[in-house]
Structure formats: structure tokens, C-alpha cells
């Protein structure tokens, strides 16, 4: 047995004590000295008062590792917490490899959120929460004088890490069949899986991606290679990085966590390899790309295409309409994967070189890290009237490979920003002057 120091038990209670007294000055900062409210808040905020009512309203939330709300915010179910160390050591990367000090997560009443928040609590090294769970007996001393009660409000306390109810899915949540069996035409052979959000991994991920983009020592890294010299640390890219809103305006109805991200949750790219030797050069002394576009094989295939059916004068209906959208799409899938080769092969900033003659929307669109170290660049791109301008030429570099075949203002109705894959929280964090 791990012999503790005599004073633990004024330890935690010291650490408990602080938190009452940093949320009750708070909220009494915010009253008039006179005001009779104070006289109840700090009898809100007493000790043993405070933590009765807290192990009170424990039951109205839950602690979490992998939750059903992301998978659609409407789902009503079972929700687990799963410490890393109760997980199977797989080789596959999951919520096994997080470290001990993994950040939890919590779903349920957002006004019961100041009981997680004291459970988070630091204290000899750990959270208070943890503490409990391995029954501490000096915190469970710390928390009252009454043993019998003490236990009782630990109890309550290590409950949030207990599943609630019967287990159970949803209408709304994801379930499948994972055939165990040998048979796959016995039903009998098969289980049914509801897979849960594994929100404790993806709080991991997200904090390593949003400290590679957006860190101030990302940055400098970055400056340094624009300059040619070298960085102690170097920098991480995420090529075809995605990313997922959860819970739309009210990411807190999903989860602590999400609403800490904003409802941000970064997608990793899931793609096979496709690499590709050949090298990229500027569009230097180029008045416009879309010349250097058209004759990519898989364009000039399409366009031909295109044009061969439109030359065939077919019918004005729905599904000529659908059959022409389709090729459009496709040629939109070229142009964004022609766009990313000069925005990720390319250095940033090659359009500030005076040999660089395309037009402003076509630099913001092929040269959007620019704005990284160029301000007035950073407010162009952000003004965000560029994805139209080089939505509009497109449409008529199309329109002149269709020699004019092209409904006027089809292609220009499209949502520009969306079809050229913009990154609009890149957008938000360079409004934001994070960038």
C-alpha cells in the first residue's frame, strides 16, 4: 500500500475550497456591495452546502469517452465511458492509445456543467474525479466529517462514469450487422453493432491538428521556410484536411467538448496514395490558368465529350439538364484537384512575384497561404467576393471550349465558395486575426 502524506486531507479539501471561492468571487464581482443576493450566494457557496447540492444534480449529467449525440443530435441512448487503460491494446490507432490524462467529455443538463468542471479539479497530481474512482480515502474524508455521508456524496460523485439505464440505440443512430458466425445467409450468425463517437479521441486529434495549423511556433516554422532558414521543430501539413460542424449553431446541445470546439472535428483525408513525380511550375507571364486547365487529359476528354453531346442538339429537359450538370461537376472536380497542386507544391507567396501576371482572384484562389505573411492579401482573400470571380471564369472558358452551348449564367449560379473546396475556417480564424 502507497503510504500518502499526513495532510492529503487538507490537500484536497484546500483544492475544493479554492474552486468554491474562485466561482463565488466570480459571480459576487458581478453585484453591487449592497445587493441582498450576496448574503445567499455565499451560503450558496458553503462548503459542505454547496457539495450536497452537487451530488444532488451529478445525476443530471454524465462523464464520457464515446457518445451517441454526434451521430445524430437527436438520438436518445446509451452513452459510455471507457478509460484507455479498460481497452484492448489494439495495433490499429483508437481511443486505446490516448494517455491517462485523456480529456473526458460530458453530455446531459448544461446547467449542471460546474459539477464536471469540480470534478476536473487538480489535486496531488490528478483530477478529483479520479481520485474518487480509485476511492481515495483522504478525499473521501476531505469531502465531509461525516463518514457516512462522505461516502454517500463519493458514490454520487463516481457515478457519472456509469452508464445510465439499460443499455440501448436509436432510431436515429447508426447500427449494422457484423456477421460472427460462418453462414452469412443465417441471421442468427450475425451481431448487431451501434457504433458510438469516439469524443475523447477526436478532442485528442483535434488539439494536435489545431495546434500544427494554427500554434504560433506553426507559424514561425512556416515563416522560416518562406525565408529558407532553419526552425528547431519544423511544421506539419494535413493535405485534404476536412472539416465536420457538429450541432450547428448550438454545438453545447452535442457535448462539452464539441462546444469547446466550436463544434469543429477535423476529418482526416481517407484516400489512397496517388502520387504524382511530375513537377509544378508558377503560371508566370500567364494572363489566366484556365488555358494551362484545358489541356489536362482528363479535361480535354470531358470537354469533348460535353460538346458531343451538346452538338447532338438533345431535348431541353430535366435530364439533359442533369446529364450537363454532371459533366460540369466533373470538370469542377478537375479544376479542384488542378487548384491544389499549385496550393500545396507550390511556395507561399509565388503570386507576389512580379513575373506573375494572372488576375487578383486567381492568386487568392491558387495562393491562398499568402495571406500568412501578407496582410492586405489576407484581407482580399477574406472578403470572400473571389470564389464568384473565378466561378464566372470558368463558366466562360467552358462556354468558349462549348462554343457557346452553354445556358448564359448556369455555371455562375453555383455556390463558388463551396464548389472550389474553401476552407471557410481557415476563413473564420484569419477574420478572427489568428492567422
Same mark, same amino acid.
Given at each position: 500500500?502507497?503510504?500518502?502524506?499526513?495532510?492529503?486531507?487538507?490537500?484536497?479539501?484546500?483544492?475544493?475550497?479554492?474552486?468554491?471561492?474562485?466561482?463565488?468571487?466570480?459571480?459576487?464581482?458581478?453585484?453591487?456591495?449592497?445587493?441582498?443576493?450576496?448574503?445567499?450566494?455565499?451560503?450558496?457557496?458553503?462548503?459542505?452546502?454547496?457539495?450536497?447540492?452537487?451530488?444532488?444534480?451529478?445525476?443530471?449529467?454524465?462523464?464520457?469517452?464515446?457518445?451517441?449525440?454526434?451521430?445524430?443530435?437527436?438520438?436518445?441512448?446509451?452513452?459510455?465511458?471507457?478509460?484507455?487503460?479498460?481497452?484492448?491494446?489494439?495495433?490499429?490507432?483508437?481511443?486505446?492509445?490516448?494517455?491517462?490524462?485523456?480529456?473526458?467529455?460530458?453530455?446531459?443538463?448544461?446547467?449542471?456543467?460546474?459539477?464536471?468542471?469540480?470534478?476536473?479539479?487538480?489535486?496531488?497530481?490528478?483530477?478529483?474525479?479520479?481520485?474518487?474512482?480509485?476511492?481515495?480515502?483522504?478525499?473521501?474524508?476531505?469531502?465531509?466529517?461525516?463518514?457516512?455521508?462522505?461516502?454517500?456524496?463519493?458514490?454520487?460523485?463516481?457515478?457519472?462514469?456509469?452508464?445510465?439505464?439499460?443499455? %440501448?440505440?436509436?432510431?436515429?443512430?447508426?447500427?449494422?450487422?457484423?456477421?460472427?458466425?460462418?453462414?452469412?445467409?443465417?441471421?442468427?450468425?450475425?451481431?448487431?453493432?451501434?457504433?458510438?463517437?469516439?469524443?475523447?479521441?477526436?478532442?485528442?486529434?483535434?488539439?494536435?491538428?489545431?495546434?500544427?495549423?494554427?500554434?504560433?511556433?506553426?507559424?514561425?516554422?512556416?515563416?522560416?521556410?518562406?525565408?529558407?532558414?532553419?526552425?528547431?521543430?519544423?511544421?506539419?501539413?494535413?493535405?485534404?484536411?476536412?472539416?465536420?460542424?457538429?450541432?450547428?449553431?448550438?454545438?453545447?446541445?452535442?457535448?462539452?467538448?464539441?462546444?469547446?470546439?466550436?463544434?469543429?472535428?477535423?476529418?482526416?483525408?481517407?484516400?489512397?496514395?496517388?502520387?504524382?513525380?511530375? %513537377?509544378?511550375?508558377?503560371?508566370?507571364?500567364?494572363?489566366?490558368?484556365?488555358?494551362?486547365?484545358?489541356?489536362?487529359?482528363?479535361?480535354?476528354?470531358?470537354?469533348?465529350?460535353?460538346?458531343?453531346?451538346?452538338?447532338?442538339?438533345?431535348?431541353?429537359?430535366?435530364?439533359?439538364?442533369?446529364?450537363?450538370?454532371?459533366?460540369?461537376?466533373?470538370?469542377?472536380?478537375?479544376?479542384?484537384?488542378?487548384?491544389?497542386?499549385?496550393?500545396?507544391?507550390?511556395?507561399?507567396?509565388?503570386? %507576389?512575384?512580379?513575373?506573375?501576371?494572372?488576375?487578383?482572384?486567381?492568386?487568392?484562389?491558387?495562393?491562398?497561404?499568402?495571406?500568412?505573411?501578407?496582410?492586405?492579401?489576407?484581407?482580399?482573400?477574406?472578403?470572400?467576393?473571389?470564389?464568384?470571380?473565378?466561378?464566372?471564369?470558368?463558366?466562360?472558358?467552358?462556354?468558349?471550349?462549348?462554343?457557346?452551348?452553354?445556358?448564359?449564367?448556369?455555371?455562375?449560379?453555383?455556390?463558388?465558395?463551396?464548389?472550389?473546396?474553401?476552407?471557410?475556417?481557415?476563413?473564420?480564424?484569419?477574420?478572427?486575426?489568428?492567422?
Amino acid at each position: 500500500m502507497t503510504d500518502h502524506p499526513p495532510d492529503r486531507r487538507g490537500m484536497f479539501r484546500a483544492a475544493i475550497q479554492g474552486f468554491l471561492k474562485a466561482r463565488c468571487d466570480d459571480k459576487l464581482d458581478k453585484l453591487p456591495p449592497d445587493d441582498p443576493k450576496r448574503e445567499a450566494l455565499l451560503a450558496q457557496f458553503e462548503y459542505t452546502a454547496w457539495i450536497a447540492d452537487a451530488a444532488r444534480r451529478v445525476t443530471q449529467i454524465q462523464a464520457v469517452t464515446h457518445s451517441l449525440k454526434p451521430i445524430h443530435p437527436d438520438a436518445r441512448g446509451t452513452n459510455l465511458y471507457c478509460p484507455p487503460d479498460n481497452l484492448g491494446a489494439h495495433v490499429e490507432v483508437g481511443s486505446h492509445c490516448l494517455p491517462a490524462n485523456f480529456s473526458g467529455d460530458v453530455v446531459g443538463n448544461a446547467a449542471a456543467l460546474d459539477v464536471y468542471k469540480f470534478l476536473k479539479v487538480e489535486a496531488d497530481g490528478r483530477p478529483l474525479l479520479a481520485s474518487m474512482l480509485d476511492h481515495d480515502n483522504d478525499l473521501i474524508a476531505a469531502l465531509s466529517d461525516d463518514a457516512r455521508q462522505a461516502e454517500a456524496w463519493c458514490a454520487a460523485f463516481v457515478s457519472i462514469t456509469a452508464a445510465r439505464g439499460d443499455v %440501448s440505440s436509436h432510431t436515429r443512430g447508426k447500427q449494422l450487422y457484423w456477421l460472427v458466425g460462418e453462414d452469412p445467409q443465417n441471421d442468427a450468425d450475425y451481431q448487431v453493432l451501434a457504433p458510438l463517437y469516439a469524443s475523447s479521441l477526436a478532442q485528442a486529434v483535434y488539439e494536435v491538428i489545431d495546434h500544427d495549423r494554427f500554434s504560433e511556433e506553426a507559424k514561425e516554422a512556416r515563416k522560416a521556410k518562406r525565408e529558407d532558414s532553419l526552425h528547431p521543430t519544423g511544421f506539419h501539413e494535413y493535405p485534404g484536411l476536412a472539416v465536420q460542424k457538429l450541432g450547428g449553431t448550438k454545438p453545447q446541445n452535442i457535448s462539452q467538448l464539441n462546444s469547446e470546439r466550436r463544434g469543429v472535428n477535423y476529418l482526416l483525408a481517407s484516400l489512397p496514395p496517388t502520387w504524382k513525380s511530375r %513537377s509544378i511550375r508558377a503560371p508566370y507571364d500567364a494572363e489566366s490558368v484556365f488555358r494551362r486547365f484545358g489541356r489536362q487529359p482528363e479535361v480535354r476528354r470531358l470537354v469533348g465529350e460535353l460538346l458531343v453531346f451538346l452538338a447532338s442538339d438533345p431535348d431541353p429537359n430535366v435530364e439533359t439538364r442533369k446529364l450537363r450538370e454532371a459533366y460540369e461537376d466533373k470538370l469542377i472536380d478537375e479544376l479542384i484537384v488542378f487548384a491544389a497542386e499549385f496550393q500545396a507544391i507550390l511556395s507561399p507567396g509565388w503570386s %507576389s512575384d512580379p513575373r506573375c501576371q494572372l488576375p487578383m482572384e486567381e492568386r487568392l484562389w491558387l495562393d491562398p497561404r499568402r495571406g500568412e505573411s501578407d496582410e492586405a492579401f489576407s484581407a482580399e482573400w477574406t472578403w470572400m467576393d473571389w470564389p464568384d470571380a473565378v466561378g464566372k471564369r470558368f463558366g466562360n472558358w467552358l462556354n468558349s471550349q462549348l462554343e457557346g452551348r452553354l445556358p448564359v449564367g448556369d455555371v455562375e449560379q453555383r455556390y463558388w465558395a463551396h464548389e472550389l473546396g474553401v476552407d471557410l475556417e481557415w476563413r473564420q480564424r484569419a477574420k478572427d486575426g489568428a492567422l
